[in-house]
T-cell receptor, first 116, second 113 residues
Framework: DAKTTQPTSMDCAEGRAANLPCNHS???????VYWYRQIHSQGPQYIIH???NNETNEMASLIITEDRKSSTLILPHATLRDTAVYYC?????????????????FGQGTILTVHP | SQTIHQWPATLVQPVGSPLSLECTVE??????LYWYRQAAGRGLQLLFY??????ISSEVPQNLSASRPQDRQFILSSKKLLLSDSGFYLC????????????FGQGTRLTVV
């Protein structure tokens, strides 16, 4: 799986959009970008994933650059409960073949702190 | 709906004692199951994964072992705990080989003293 690079920490004011960047310059054509978050002392929670098109769900939006070498997770209106470690993960996805078995390789992630 | 149960939530064990952590999944059949560990201040490390009963793959050499005696049951064990085994242990499952997402339990915080 391709390696990702994220800033160690970020701050955001409550009610503002939080934009979390991720670099994955060695991503392969069959690899998806996944985002998870981990609130303190809890298990990671899936947020969103995408291949090359921008994606949006009830939690967040995912913007992937045209060359797919970087992406941005957007929390449109951050709340205090969004304070967590956010992980950007790149791995092979649906129908990609191989033996990934759904394995997720977590890096250090970005510590997002939302302030009142 | 699917749920994942992991227990106990916290555990303090002396060095050299055995360990058994249990994870069960409800509401799905033949899930892929995973054990992760998160040491203090570090990211999650995949320890074991299983694609079926009795099928265990180890990702890193260590003092731990895993077993899958039933379809939806995954057990993490050790015969003799080391101080370095302390950490936050997470069980997870995914739908199939190429499932887009994994679902995590609430974790067990193990302190070896």
């Amino acid at each position: 799986d391709a390696k990702t690079t994220q800033p160690t920490s970020m701050d955001c004011a409550e009610g503002r959009a939080a934009n979390l960047p991720c670099n994955h310059s060695t991503i392969s054509g069959n690899e998806y970008v996944y985002w998870y978050r981990q609130i303190h002392s809890q298990g990671p929670q899936y947020i969103i994933h995408g291949l090359k098109n921008n994606e949006t769900n009830e939690m967040a939006s995912l913007i992937i650059t045209e060359d797919r070498k970087s992406s941005t997770l957007i929390l449109p209106h951050a709340t205090l409960r969004d304070t967590a470690v956010y992980y950007c993960i790149v791995r092979v996805g649906t129908n990609a073949g191989g033996t990934s078995y759904g394995k997720l390789t977590f890096g250090q992630g970005t510590i997002l702190t939302v302030h009142p | 709906s699917q749920t994942i149960h992991q227990w106990p939530a916290t555990l303090v064990q002396p060095v050299g004692s055995p360990l058994s952590l249990e994870c069960t999944v409800e509401g799905t059949s033949n899930p892929n199951l995973y054990w992760y560990r998160q040491a203090a201040g570090r990211g999650l490390q995949l320890l074991f994964y299983s694609v079926g009963i009795g099928q265990i793959s180890s990702e890193v050499p260590q003092n731990l072992s895993a077993s899958r005696p039933q379809d939806r049951q995954f057990i993490l064990s050790s015969k003799k705990l080391l101080l370095s085994d302390s950490g936050f242990y997470l069980c997870a499952w995914s739908v199939d080989l190429f499932g887009p997402e994994a679902f995590f339990g609430q974790g067990t915080r193990l302190t070896v003293v």
